[in-house]
Structure formats: C-alpha cells, structure tokens
C-alpha cells in the first residue's frame, strides 16, 4: 500500500504508528516474525532506511526485538488508545498526564477534543472504530447519548464524565452534578451562613450540566439562603456580602477584577467558589475555593482500566478545596 504522508509527521513516524498498529489489531502475532525491511520498503513505497528506523522505534518500545537469522519480531502488542475529551481545560490537563504517566510505554494515546459539536464527535468516532485497543471518551451531550458508542464492544469502552442516561454495562468513571454538589455546598454551611445571598454565575453557552442549577437552588431553600442563577457579568457589579460560584475559570478572573474596582476583598467582603480546582486557583488572591472531584484520580483510573480490563463504573465525590476566598 502506498502511504500518504502529512505535513505534521515524519515518514518515519507514519510508518512506526502504521506497523504499530497492525501489531496492536493482531495482523502481525506475539513471537510471530514481521516482514523484512524490503518487504516492507517495497509494500509502502519507501525507502529501506525509513523502515529500518521505524523499526528502531518500535524495538525501543519494547513492542518488536531482532535476533541475528530470525529477522524481526513481534514480542509485546503495542496498546492503541483512542482518548476523546470534550475541550482543553487546566484540570483536563492534569487528567490526561496522570494517565499517561500510569500506562506503559507499549501504549499510544492519540488525544482529540471534539468541543461539543455532534458532527465533530461523530466523524472522529466513526474514523475510529476498528482502529483502537481502547476507546476514552467524553460525550458531546450530558443527557444525549451517541449512538456511534453503540457501535464500540463495551469491553473497550469507558465513558469519562457522562451524564444523566442509562450507561447499561458501560464501564464510567463520573462526577456527579447533582446530589454530590449538594453535600460539597453543605460542607461549606457554616461558612455561607454569613452571608446573605449565594450566586451561581452559569453562562448560557457553557455545557455545564443544569442539574447543577437545581441542586443549588434546592441548597439555598434548604438553608433559607437567598439565591440567584445568573448567565453574564456584563452588567453587574460585585456586591458586599455575596457568594459567587463560578463554573469558567475565565470567569472566576473576571469576578476578582471587578471587586478589585469595586475596592473589595475577597475572602472578607465577598465570596468566590469556583468549580474544578485548577493549580491557578491556588495562588489567585489568598487562594480560590474549589468544589471538585480529583482529577489526577480520574486519569490514574482511567489508566488502570486501559491496563487490567476491568470494568469500572464509579461516581467520583465532589471535594471541597476550601481556601481564602470564602
């Protein structure tokens, strides 16, 4: 076959992802040999010195060795990973290098963000299906679910941060957006307490699942705390004696430059929750409250399922990460 090659990758690349692959899908069998370097120039139509260097790879991978008479063989399937997220964020960061840090290094983790758009999703999954050991994927809908996904074995699927439908014998690792956002704000009860009006500031085009919304207005009925749900800054103020919960970490920066013109503090005027802690969050003003599950956590699992093959199906806890600003 002829090999079509990108602007973005090396000859030798393409062809060590090429072998590699056909190795992870079992055309070519553990112990069994691998064709010959002219076999190989001849079948993709390039030169000897490019197979010769993607087999170099491939044996500093672990994934093939040579013997003197034998030629090249396979000696450990080499792991392909799809890892579909949904957009880049500072803790889906922390998520995707514990799990690469957790796996082997027979393992090869092709990273795409679909950034919720459907068509987007569907055509990544649909190039896919066949192509990968393992499937990693955040949806592009917290209530709809793909019927691509349908099309994976279950076996080699695991769903990252899905939402409210019937995951059937899925394997998922989750956050829950409701019950256990509840309990986290109740953590914080005797802090809120002095305050007199609780905000969460969720903006229309955000993806974030609105049961949020209903957990926290049941919260503040429950506590007899005077509540909102806004969907902009753009005309508000921050006012003395206001929580703000925020879901973007661009809008948590927005809420502190607007107290800074308002000549406030936070943490003693105000209050600021941000959603999914970040390292940022650590050093912005005394510190930023964050309600979070444990990123790092989420992509060691995540690595533990591509490696044992253990079904996993686990709601992870909504931490409280309580700091200077409330």
């Not at 001849?42 to 008479?69: C, N, Q, W």
């Not at 997220?85 to 393992?107: A, I, M």
């Not at 005797?190 to 609780?198: A, D, G, P, T, V």
């Not at 105000?270 to 990123?295: M, Q, R």
Request: aromatic residues 12%; neutral net charge; glycine residues 6%.
């Amino acid at each position: 076959m002829k090999v079509i090659f990108g602007q973005q990758t090396t000859k030798v690349k393409q062809l060590t992802d090429l072998i590699g692959q056909d190795i992870s899908m079992g055309k070519y069998k553990v112990e069994g040999a691998l064709p010959s370097i002219n076999q190989l120039s001849k079948d993709y139509h390039v030169s000897r010195d490019t197979v010769f260097k993607a087999f170099i790879d491939l044996k500093e991978r672990g994934i093939i060795d040579s013997t003197p008479g034998k030629g090249y063989y396979v000696v450990n399937r080499q792991k392909n990973i799809l890892l579909l997220l949904d957009e880049y964020s500072p803790f889906k960061d922390t998520l995707y290098n514990s799990f690469v840090k957790r796996l082997s290094s027979r393992c090869k983790v092709d990273l795409w963000f679909h950034q919720y758009n459907e068509s987007l999703f569907n055509a990544i999954l649909r190039e896919s299906i066949g192509r990968y050991n393992k499937y990693v994927v955040m949806n592009f809908d917290n209530e709809k679910f793909s019927p691509y996904l349908y099309k994976i074995d279950s076996s080699r699927l695991l769903l990252l941060d899905f939402g409210q439908f019937d995951k059937k014998e899925y394997s998922y690792i989750c956050q829950d957006f409701g019950e256990s956002f509840y309990q986290a704000m109740a953590e914080l009860s005797e802090r809120l307490q002095h305050y007199r009006k609780l905000i969460l500031f969720l903006t229309k085009e955000s993806k974030h699942p609105k049961e949020t919304c209903e957990y926290f207005r049941k919260y503040c009925a429950d506590n007899h705390l005077e509540s909102e749900v806004i969907e902009s800054m753009d005309d508000r103020e921050v006012h003395q004696g206001e929580v703000y919960i925020a879901i973007r970490q661009v809008d948590v920066v927005e809420i502190v430059k607007k107290s800074r013109i308002a000549g406030l503090t936070c943490g003693i005027d105000f209050g600021l929750i941000a959603y999914n802690d970040t390292p940022a969050y650590e050093v912005i003003d005394k510190g930023i409250t964050a309600l979070s599950v444990d990123w790092k956590q989420m992509g060691t699992m995540t690595a533990d399922f591509i490696l044992t093959g253990k079904p996993v199906q686990i709601y992870l806890p909504t931490e409280v990460r309580l700091r200077g600003s409330l």
